[in-house]
């Protein structure tokens, strides 16, 4: 069974910065890429930002400049650096992972139990 864990969501001053981490554990052959999601309330969840195996970034236009997504340790960590944190970025944030389990043969989505950001202002 594969887990996604996550740290790092806290209530945080607006232009302040915070660090989410997650790592990837259990039977895995290969993740493809990793990514953060988030979801605000009453809003639908939305993509923040990505990373492939092959360290390719895609970044929501709302967090270029201001977010910096990361994958280390043999690609089972990723990281999102957050700075310059808005109100609007206030959200539960989701950690993702698209890879293929050992014992299948085909890939699938892996979602983390999200962690709280909170931006007062």
């Known amino acids: 069974q594969v887990q996604l864990v996550e740290s790092g969501g806290d209530l945080v001053q607006a232009g302040g910065s915070l660090r989410l981490s997650c790592s990837a554990s259990?039977?895995?052959?290969?993740?493809?890429?990793m990514g953060w999601y988030r979801q605000a309330p009453g809003k639908q969840r939305e993509l923040v930002a990505t990373?492939?195996?092959?360290?390719?970034?895609n970044y929501a236009d709302s967090v270029k400049g201001r977010f910096t997504i990361s994958r280390i340790n043999a690609g089972n960590t990723v990281y999102l650096q957050m700075l310059s944190l808005k109100p609007e970025d206030t959200a539960v944030y989701y950690c993702?992972?698209?890879?293929?389990?050992?014992?299948?043969?085909?890939?699938?989505?892996?979602w983390g139990q999200g962690t709280q950001v909170t931006v007062s202002s």
């Open positions: 259990g039977n895995i052959f290969r993740i493809n890429s």
């Open positions: 990373v492939t195996s092959a360290g390719s970034t």
């Open positions: 993702n992972a698209n890879l293929r389990p050992l014992a299948m043969l085909v890939t699938q989505d892996v």
